[in-house]
């Protein structure tokens, strides 16, 4: 539960309310930047997958990507290559993944997923618009 509401409260220190997708990317960046901070507290949330949360915590950061998701097809217009709580679970995956690889496998690239975080995370988000 505390490791949720350090992310939580993160990424709502982060999001500006500028635009969906602009919040949409600053929270993947935050999850990520979270992640490879704090990995303990990550997988914590995430024991094994995003797509199969076991706690509630973990699933409320699910769904607040996939609402944002929700609000970002609305506000660009874009057409998404799968349905939202789809999208939702693989970009989390992504993120995971990074997490993964970044503090278990070559704990020296940790530093360079945060230096270029926005733009992996950028990458990321354009890789969704149609």
């Known amino acids: 539960k505390q490791s949720f509401e350090k992310l939580d409260a993160s990424i709502a220190a982060a999001t500006r ?3 969906a997708l602009e919040d949409l990317r ?3 960046e935050t999850t990520l930047r979270f992640g490879l901070n704090a990995p303990g507290h990550f997988f914590l949330l995430f024991p094994n997958k995003p797509s199969t949360c076991f706690s509630s915590e973990g699933t409320r950061i699910l769904e607040w990507f996939e609402s944002k998701l929700q609000a970002s097809c609305l506000e660009t217009r874009a057409k998404w290559i799968a349905p939202p709580p789809e999208t939702a679970t693989f970009m989390l995956s992504a993120v995971y993944g990074m997490v993964t690889f970044g503090t278990r496998f070559r704990p020296d690239l940790a530093e360079t ?3 270029y975080r926005k733009n992996v995370t950028q990458n990321l988000v354009e890789s ?3």
Do not use: T
Request: aromatic share 16%; hydrophobic share 60%; proline share 0%.
């Open 17 to 19: 309310k500028l635009s």
């Open 26 to 28: 600053l929270g993947l």
């Open 113 to 115: 997923f945060l230096k």
């Open 128 to 130: 969704f618009k149609a």
